[in-house]
């Protein structure tokens, strides 16, 4: 499958505020608006929300009855304890160029792959040509490179990234800085074999131009990425992805920061290394 398969979603690469995947093909608005929290007018509504659904909680607490064995309906379409949690296994001990590497030749270290590479194939590294570059070598299998090469700079061109406020190198003007930010918030394999996999990768993240001056203040999104993934050189790399929106909650009542706190956020606080 070749990128920008099985997108259901549209707009530009690297954190465009609508999905970061796919090629563009337009020269329209890219970032499709921020989608801004604090409205003060829902608050009460979010209040009384909170306490309906805390008193239904403790009712249901209430007439449970102390009875935990199984329903009789079994729970075979209830996901297992280990399906959401944690593994706390450490995914990998190095890194290469930045990305991390070395993952586990089992379904674990795809997950835990497939949750890195999410996180670099959305960030604003993708953006600047050098770094993407490295990003290329390391995160894709080797017979797809060439071809990823050629759409991925066919897809940054000097045009698009001017306009979203960046330089032909992927560098925002002075004064402002471009957020693309990714946090995967859960995986889960669709399709798991010896040599292949396929992982969806649940993604929220922060993505904009921070700046007095900017007109497309960054904004956060929630998406899905699914990759496809391959065994090779003792390591999972990515074949193919796609992506599309959702799930996504309800948006909260949180202020929104500005400008300034938000290029302070993004250079002062570091990203992770994630593992399933």
């Not at 329209?28 to 306490?51: E, F, I, K, M």
């Not at 590294?125 to 050629?150: G, H, N, Y």
């Not at 990234?161 to 946090?183: P, Q």
Request: aromatic share 8%; charged share 20%.
């Amino acid at each position: 499958m070749s990128l920008g398969d099985e997108r259901e979603t549209s707009g530009g690469y690297g954190g465009t505020g609508q999905t970061r995947t796919r090629l563009p093909e337009s020269s329209g608005d890219v970032y499709g608006g921020a989608r801004r929290g604090g409205r003060s007018s829902s608050r009460s509504l979010v209040t009384v929300v909170g306490v309906v659904v805390l008193l239904i909680a403790a009712i249901a607490f209430a007439n449970r009855g102390g009875d935990d064995s199984a329903s009789p309906n079994g729970d075979e379409n209830q996901p297992n304890s280990s399906t959401t949690a944690a593994s706390g296994t450490r995914p990998v001990d190095g890194k290469s160029a930045g990305i991390p590497g070395g993952f586990a030749h089992d379904e674990q270290g795809a997950q835990s792959a497939a949750a890195n590479y999410a996180v670099t194939l959305v960030s604003a590294d993708i953006l600047q040509p050098t770094r993407r570059a490295e990003i290329v070598k390391q995160v894709f299998v080797a017979d797809k490179q060439d071809e990823l090469t050629e759409k991925f700079d066919k897809a940054y061109s000097k045009e698009f990234l001017s306009s979203i406020g960046l330089d032909e190198n992927g560098n925002a003007t002075a004064g402002s800085t471009y957020v693309s930010r990714t946090v995967p918030v859960g995986t889960k394999v669709t399709n798991n074999s010896a040599s292949a996999a396929t992982v969806e990768v649940w993604c929220t993240g922060v993505f904009g131009m921070a700046g007095e001056s900017s007109t497309n203040p960054a904004g956060s999104d929630w998406f899905t990425m699914t990759l496809q993934l391959r065994w090779a050189n003792s390591d999972w790399k990515v074949a193919s992805f796609s992506q599309k929106d959702g799930p996504t909650p309800v948006p909260g009542d949180s202020r929104a920061s500005s400008a300034d706190e938000m290029a302070k956020a993004v250079e002062e606080y570091g990203g992770f290394t994630y593992a399933r």
